[in-house]
C-alpha cells in the first residue's frame, strides 16, 4: 500500500512563496508521474504542476511562470515551489503519484494566500 505525506502548506501573504513536500512511502514500483493539484469547495480538482520520471513537466497556464515542480526519484519526493502567489492560489493541495499499477492521492494540505 501506497503512502503520501504532504508537507509545507498554510497561510502565506500575497506576492509570499511557500515550498509544498510530498514522500512517498511503501508498496512502490516504478513512478512514473507525480503532481500537485489543488480544489476549492464547489469547484473541480484541477492539476498545478506534474513531472514525469524522465523529468518532464507540465504547468497550470495560471502558475507556469511563478511555480517549479521537482522530484527526488531515489527518496520518491516530489516539490512544488510557488511564488509571487495571489489569494486565488488560495485551496487545498493534493499530491498524486501514478505507478503502471496504481495511484494514490495524499491527505491535502491548505495554502491559503491572505494579507
Known amino acids: 500500500q501506497v503512502q503520501l505525506v504532504e508537507s509545507g502548506g498554510g497561510l502565506v501573504q500575497p506576492g509570499g512563496s511557500l515550498r509544498l513536500s510530498c514522500a512517498a512511502s511503501?508498496?512502490?514500483?516504478?513512478?512514473?508521474?507525480m503532481g500537485w493539484y489543488r480544489q476549492v469547495p464547489g469547484k473541480q480538482r484541477e492539476l498545478v504542476a506534474s513531472?514525469?520520471?524522465?523529468?518532464?513537466?507540465m504547468y497550470a497556464d495560471s502558475v507556469k511562470d511563478r511555480s517549479t515542480i521537482s522530484r527526488d526519484n531515489a527518496k520518491n519526493t516530489v516539490n512544488l515551489q510557488m511564488n509571487s502567489l495571489k489569494p486565488e492560489d488560495t485551496a487545498v493541495y493534493y499530491c498524486?503519484?501514478?505507478?503502471?499499477?496504481?495511484?494514490?492521492w495524499g491527505q491535502g494540505t491548505q495554502v491559503t494566500v491572505s494579507s
Open positions: 498524486n503519484i501514478r505507478t503502471p499499477l496504481d495511484q494514490a
Open positions: 511503501g508498496r512502490i514500483f516504478n513512478i512514473y508521474y
Open positions: 513531472i514525469t520520471s524522465a523529468g518532464a513537466t
